[in-house]
């Protein structure tokens, strides 16, 4: 049974950096494209990266140039690099299949951006 689990949230001062893992129990990452999430307070929930299983990338246009998404497929785990951080990417961050798969969100990571 597959599990994801978010870590590397924090508090961090606008114009920071953070680095986001998820580590999955279960080999998914080479059967599937893998993807960021994030939801806002009272917001839907958005996909703010991807990462296809041919390596391929794709962003949000609120995060491309600042966020970089990355796997190591040894470790099981897909990564999120924010740097250049700003007010509006306060959210709770998740990682998940491409399209989410309901069996496999987690508690996500809290990333709080003070300005």
């Known amino acids: 049974q597959v599990q994801l689990v978010e870590s590397g949230g924090g508090l961090v001062q606008a114009g920071g950096s953070l680095r986001l893992s998820c580590a999955a129990k279960?080999?998914?990452?080479?059967?599937?494209?893998m993807g960021w999430y994030r939801q806002a307070p009272g917001q839907q929930r958005e996909l703010v990266a991807a990462l296809s299983k041919s390596g391929t990338t794709n962003y949000a246009d609120s995060v491309e140039g600042r966020f970089t998404i990355s796997r190591d497929n040894a470790k099981n785990t897909v990564y999120l690099q924010m740097n250049s951080l700003i007010h509006e990417d306060t959210a709770v961050y998740y990682c998940?299949?491409?399209?989410?798969?309901?069996?496999?969100w987690g508690q996500g990571t809290q990333v709080t951006v003070s300005s």
């Open positions: 279960g080999s998914i990452f080479s059967i599937s494209s």
């Open positions: 998940n299949t491409i399209p989410g798969f309901y069996a496999y």
